[in-house]
């Protein structure tokens, strides 16, 4: 695996002048991603913050091919290119080796896209579909979606006088797409590049479909001062609200354990979007949030013995 070192001398694929917020992990990951490869890399992004950040027209911040889709496609594009790259091979009209990539944010993962994401990991395409993570539908002004947590306040789960926040726990999508029995799954995040860079080449080294769920703290949605972006997903790991681990042929296995697993509350209270929680009234939630971070961080360590015997 390479050292910082060796990264810091490769070209950057996402150059700067992009319009990201200061302070947003989107880019850092997207460089992070882009760096565990000298393979060739077709790129395609559904809409969301980092397309609309990265090609204000007639600019564009990628140095390499990339196609836009619509919010709910991204990977049934991605997987077309992929098929008619293999029909140009098999015609012998191109030998080079290529790289097929999906990024969508949550809104177009979890929740809108799902069908083309569940679509494309069944068929077997040989590409990898990452999904930026923060939470909620940023790009738009920070509405919910199926990857907000409990007790987030969001424009569409406004914490006041009629709800606490959002109202349910989120949907866990990382094991939704390790159901389909896809070669690689993995949760990282930009807090620790090794583990997501490692993950990327894995993850692009295996014949067929690969899925990583990087958590990617947003400052302006969550809203934490800028310089506070990596300590922020540091904590989102060490609480074990974001634990890192792979699903490699159906094994579990955890990539990283925190020395002290750290309270919950502690990584919330980091978050203005958390902020009504501290009042005496909703201690409850509080308690509710973290019994859920206990009772997933048991149940995954649990999966990780079991399928280490089993596979
Ligand atoms: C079918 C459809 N519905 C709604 C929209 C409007 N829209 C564009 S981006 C977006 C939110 C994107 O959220 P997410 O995928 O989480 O990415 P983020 O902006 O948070 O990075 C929405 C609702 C759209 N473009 N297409
Ligand atoms: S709104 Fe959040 S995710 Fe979007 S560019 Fe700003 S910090 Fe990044």
């Given at each position: 695996m390479a050292t910082l070192k060796e990264l810091s001398h490769k070209k950057e694929?996402?150059?700067?002048?992009?319009?990201?917020?200061?302070?947003?992990?989107?880019?850092i990951a997207?460089r992070q991603i882009l760096m565990a490869?000298?393979?060739?890399?077709?790129?395609?992004?559904?809409?969301?913050?980092?397309?609309?950040?990265?090609?204000?027209?007639?600019?564009?911040?990628?140095?390499?091919?990339?196609?836009?889709?619509?919010?709910?496609?991204?990977?049934?594009?991605?997987?077309?290119?992929?098929?008619?790259?293999?029909?140009?091979?098999?015609?012998?009209?191109?030998?080079?080796?290529?790289?097929?990539?999906?990024?969508?944010?949550?809104?177009?993962?979890?929740?809108?896209?799902?069908?083309?994401?569940?679509?494309?990991?069944?068929?077997?395409?040989?590409?990898?579909?990452?999904?930026?993570?923060?939470?909620?539908?940023?790009?738009?002004?920070?509405?919910?979606?199926?990857?907000?947590?409990?007790?987030?306040?969001?424009?569409?789960?406004?914490?006041?006088?009629?709800?606490?926040?959002?109202?349910?726990?989120?949907?866990?999508?990382?094991?939704?797409?390790?159901?389909?029995?896809?070669?690689?799954?993995?949760?990282?995040?930009p807090s620790m590049w090794k583990d997501l860079t490692n993950?990327v080449q894995?993850?692009?080294?295996?014949?067929?479909?690969?899925?990583?769920?990087?958590?990617?703290?947003?400052?302006?949605?969550?809203?934490?001062?800028?310089?506070?972006?990596i300590?922020?997903?540091?904590?989102?790991?060490?609480?074990?609200?974001?634990?890192?681990?792979?699903?490699?042929?159906?094994?579990?296995?955890?990539?990283?354990?925190?020395?002290?697993?750290?309270?919950?509350?502690?990584?919330?209270?980091?978050?203005?979007?958390?902020?009504?929680?501290?009042?005496?009234?909703?201690?409850?939630?509080?308690?509710?949030?973290?019994?859920?971070?206990?009772?997933?961080?048991?149940?995954?360590?649990?999966?990780?013995?079991?399928?280490?015997?089993?596979?």
């Amino acid at each position: 695996m390479a050292t910082l070192k060796e990264l810091s001398h490769k070209k950057e694929l996402l150059s700067g002048g992009h319009r990201a917020c200061a302070g947003c992990t989107e880019p850092i990951a997207v460089r992070q991603i882009l760096m565990a490869t000298d393979t060739p890399i077709v790129v395609c992004c559904p809409t969301g913050c980092l397309e609309v950040t990265t090609t204000i027209f007639p600019y564009t911040a990628w140095r390499m091919p990339w196609i836009h889709s619509a919010f709910e496609n991204a990977a049934a594009t991605i997987s077309g290119v992929e098929t008619g790259y293999k029909a140009l091979k098999k015609r012998g009209k191109i030998d080079k080796e290529i790289k097929f990539i999906a990024i969508g944010g949550d809104g177009g993962t979890y929740d809108i896209g799902f069908q083309a994401l569940s679509g494309a990991m069944e068929r077997g395409h040989n590409m990898v579909y990452i999904c930026l993570d923060n939470e909620a539908y940023m790009n738009t002004g920070i509405q919910r979606s199926s990857a907000t947590p409990k007790g987030a306040h969001t424009t569409t789960s406004p914490a006041g006088k009629v709800i606490p926040g959002k109202k349910t726990f989120r949907k866990d999508l990382s094991a939704c797409i390790a159901a389909h029995n896809v070669p690689y799954v993995a949760q990282s995040i930009p807090s620790m590049w090794k583990d997501l860079t490692n993950k990327v080449q894995k993850a692009l080294a295996v014949n067929g479909p690969a899925f990583i769920n990087v958590l990617v703290p947003c400052r302006l949605g969550w809203g934490f001062p800028p310089e506070k972006a990596i300590e922020i997903g540091r904590e989102a790991v060490n609480s074990c609200f974001w634990p890192l681990y792979e699903v490699e042929n159906g094994e579990w296995k955890l990539t990283y354990k925190p020395k002290e697993k750290t309270p919950v509350k502690d990584w919330l209270k980091s978050q203005v979007r958390f902020k009504h929680l501290f009042r005496p009234e909703n201690e409850s939630i509080l308690q509710e949030i973290q019994t859920e971070v206990d009772h997933n961080w048991e149940r995954l360590q649990k999966l990780c013995e079991f399928s280490a015997g089993v596979v």
